[in-house]
Nanobody, 115 residues
Framework: QVQLVESGGGLVQPEGSLRLSCAAS????????VGWYRQAPGTQRELVAT???????DYADSVKGRFTISRDNAKNTVYLQMISLKPEAPAVYYC?????????WGQGTQVTVSS
């Protein structure tokens, strides 16, 4: 059974930083495009960043310059480095692995930016 496990969330002060991890098992992770999404209560899940199997990254306008997505294929892990975090509603960050018709989601990790 394919598993994606996110970690690294928590409570951080405004302008602080966090690094999220998405670790995969039982999947040829390196061949998948991986995205990070976030969802605050009462809102739709939104795409934050993606990285292709070849390592090309794309970002939502709201996080450009502050978030960096990367992957370590040897560790079957994708990261989301977040800096200059802004105070906003707590959100759960999810990773998704996508290839052709296959999509796999993790269970999410919560990020709260608050003083």
């Amino acid at each position: 059974q394919v598993q994606l496990v996110e970690s690294g969330g928590g409570l951080v002060q405004p302008e602080g930083s966090l690094r999220l991890s998405c670790a995969a098992s039982r999947i040829d992770f390196r061949s998948y495009r991986v995205g990070w999404y976030r969802q605050a209560p009462g809102t739709q899940r939104e795409l934050v960043a993606t990285i292709t199997s070849g390592g090309r990254a794309d970002y939502a306008d709201s996080v450009k310059g502050r978030f960096t997505i990367s992957r370590d294929n040897a560790k079957n892990t994708v990261y989301l480095q977040m800096i200059s975090l802004k105070p906003e509603a707590p959100a759960v960050y999810y990773c998704k692995a996508h290839r052709a018709a296959r999509n796999y989601w993790g269970q999410g990790t919560q990020v709260t930016v608050s003083s």
